[in-house]
């Protein structure tokens, strides 16, 4: 290992190392289960922070965990602290979630090494659930169902073992209920929980992490989530979870509890212990009052209920150093635990257990096993995406509409061209018109990879399905809908009202040059959105570049008087290459002077100078530097498909490299 490389061990679980259940093992019915027992040991974890703007900033390592050890049995495992304690990085460290960054200590389960896909067989259930909204909860469980479970598990069984999930679950009666999405209405919170809890335990894991699984739930709804989690650990599976402030009804179920504060352990051990352990040490609970309540208050600083505390008072009168007693009241308090016999229990306990081989390694937390494949995963997920464009129409008939009218305003404005003076300037303004509407649709596109993040990075860590899966998917479910179909149509209108070169070549010629713009500025717009988080920054980002490209486009300025030292930019505008194509498409061969009219054929510039009239479409294109032979047509579309494919390759190793890990 290099020098100044963070020291970490993580060991886990002697089940599966394939990472694909046997189909005994898919049955939800867990009795005869062997107990899952996950334990860790002196857990450091620390960030790098950086203050200050720019140049300015400095960088500081802020730890997050210090000496974290426990044991997590089967049953209820929670970890309770305030914001900012630690709760949920801890749980992404047992989950192998996290960046391995400033991570180190040890992780294992029944004391042997942990799979490196370990992450792919154990169940994790995210704070804000990442289902797919147009979608029902039988087909999200299907879904979950056709790719985590490997193919020897026949589709009926699956589907037997989706019905079986749905019945425990208590989602039978909504079944076939599209679970909802911001702007149309679906099931309750709870049984939007309960599906993403179906979808983790389709595969049967051993064990389940959940990150704070009453967040946005009534206190009743997330009291029937508890006592289905309770169901579910009797069974024999070791559930891990984050949670912040629970109503009594909900501690009372819990079996083990982790107390956390600034990142260190205050206490750990039986749930029900808890109350008296914190007597021991000079705290008493008031009566009828909620522990966790207590729990916080004394972690807070604020606890009314001291009745023989031998920790010494701070003057908290002074708001400058509030702070600073805070932490000093946290460590204190680790001091205590780290002095009792909760804690010599554990430590000798995690003693006892064989570390194995101790095998230092970061990659365990980067390799994902998939249970699939390549062409398995390509279906399911082009048919999930798809059927979510179908059950949701409004982008794409918006962009249909959208591009007939914008057809039939264009078509109104220029209609029936001339072959005079003013036809040739109105053609070069229909075809620029054109060309910027195309690219200015394609920003659309930008939502694509980014409204979906949180759903691919959870599904891509949980072995789902591959990077180029998922975006091959996405790129058939977008340009075929709304880059292809709009640009036909929106030929098809503009074409005729304008009376262009009447020929089929010319038809089509046009009509591939739109698409090929169309697929070259959405490629560039999911270069640009790829691995983004807000979709704000990346409209500003695409918008300024085709602004920038329109420039250099052929029309706002001639491009032979360009100075050369900016002159190479033309090779990096879209616009300029479609509207080149377009106009060696239309003008070649067209005349617009009459015959008779030679005086036409000379005229007298701002300046009173005679200059020689464009008579012909080719001396137009002459004019511009533009090369009106066949390779001259062509050129342009092959310097467009070059573009798309780079731009393309650009937004997958964006996709591919993202940071996925917290």
């Not at 509407?437 to 591959?466: A, D, M």
């Not at 500003?540 to 900016?566: D, E, R, Y």
């Given at each position: ?345 554990t430590k000798a306990a995690l003693d006892n257990i064989s570390l194995g081989n101790k095998k230092k390694t970061n990659a365990v937390f980067r390799q994902i096993a998939y249970a699939n494949s390549f062409f398995h995963q390509l279906k399911w997920v082009s048919k999930r995406t798809f059927k979510n464009l179908l059950r949701n129409p409004q982008a794409s008939v ?265």
């Open positions: 290992m290099a020098e100044g490389q963070p020291h970490l061990r993580i060991q886990m679980s002697d089940s599966n190392t394939s990472g694909i259940p046997s189909r005994k093992q898919s049955s939800p019915n867990l009795a005869g289960r062997r107990a899952s027992i996950l334990t860790f040991h002196n857990i450091c974890y620390r960030v790098k922070m950086k203050n200050g703007f720019l140049r300015c900033q400095k960088t500081a390592d802020k730890e997050v965990l210090r000496d974290v050890n426990g044991i997590m049995r089967p049953g209820l495992n929670a970890i309770l602290g305030p914001t900012g304690s630690g709760k949920s990085s801890l749980l992404d460290i047992l989950a192998a979630r996290k960046d391995p960054y400033g991570l180190s200590g040890d992780i294992l389960i029944n004391g042997t090494p942990q799979p490196a896909n370990f992450k792919c067989t154990s169940g994790y259930v995210v704070q804000d659930d990442v289902v797919v909204g147009t979608l029902t909860v039988r087909e999200n469980l299907t879904f979950s169902a056709a790719l985590r479970l490997p193919k020897s598990v026949k589709e009926q069984e699956k589907n037997e073992l989706v019905n079986q999930i749905m019945k425990e679950l208590g989602l039978s009666k909504v079944a076939d209920s599209k679970v909802g999405t911001p702007f149309t209405r679906g099931v309750s919170g709870g049984e939007r929980k309960r599906t993403s809890i179906g979808m983790e335990i389709i595969m049967d894991p051993a064990i389940l992490f959940l990150d704070e699984p009453t967040t946005g739930l009534d206190a009743s709804t997330a009291n029937a989530v508890l006592l289905l989690l309770k169901r579910m650990a009797k069974q024999g599976r070791t559930i891990i979870f984050s949670i912040h402030q629970p109503r009594y009804s909900i501690f009372r179920l819990f079996d083990s509890l982790t107390l956390l504060a600034a990142g260190r352990v205050l206490y750990h051990g039986p749930a029900q212990h808890a109350i008296g352990y914190f007597q021991s040490v000079g705290y008493e609970c008031e009566p009828y009052n909620n522990p966790a309540d207590f729990f916080l208050d004394i972690i807070n600083g604020d606890s009314t209920a001291v009745a023989m505390s031998k920790i010494d008072e701070t003057n908290t009168e002074n708001t400058e150093e509030h702070t600073e007693y805070d932490k000093t009241l946290a460590e204190r308090l680790a001091e205590k635990y780290s002095n009792s016999t909760y804690y010599q229990e918006a962009q249909l509409c959208i591009s007939a009218f914008l057809g039939l305003v264009v078509g109104a404005i220029f209609f029936g061209l001339k072959k005079d003076s003013t036809g040739l300037q109105n053609r070069v303004g229909a075809m620029f018109f054109l060309i910027t509407n195309q690219c200015f649709s394609s920003v659309s596109v930008i939502e694509l990879l980014v409204v979906e993040k949180k759903i691919f990075i959870h599904e891509y860590i949980s072995g789902y399905y591959r990077t180029s899966v998922y975006f091959i998917s996405k790129l058939m479910a977008d340009l075929i809908p709304m880059r292809t179909i709009p640009s036909i149509l929106f030929t098809c209108i503009v074409y005729f009202m304008l009376g262009l070169k009447p020929t089929v070549e010319a038809f089509f010629t046009m009509m591939f040059t739109l698409m090929m713009v169309s697929y070259t500025a959405t490629s560039m717009a999911l270069a640009i959105s790829a691995g983004q988080s807000v979709v704000t920054v990346a409209n500003l980002f695409v918008t300024i570049a085709f602004v920038f490209m329109t420039i250099f486009s052929g029309l706002l300025v001639n491009l032979t008087s360009v100075l050369p030292w900016l002159a190479w930019l033309k090779y990096f505008s879209i616009p300029r290459y479609g509207l080149t194509a377009l106009q060696i498409n239309e003008l070649t061969g067209l005349n617009f002077c009459s015959s008779s009219d030679n005086a036409s054929l000379i005229s007298n510039d701002n300046y009173g100078q005679t200059r020689q009239s464009l008579c012909t479409g080719d001396e137009y294109l002459k004019s511009q530097g533009i090369d009106t032979s066949s390779w001259g047509l062509w050129q342009n579309h092959l310097a467009l498909a070059c573009m798309t494919v780079i731009f393309l390759t650009i937004s997958y190793l964006k996709l591919r490299f993202m940071k996925k890990f917290s």
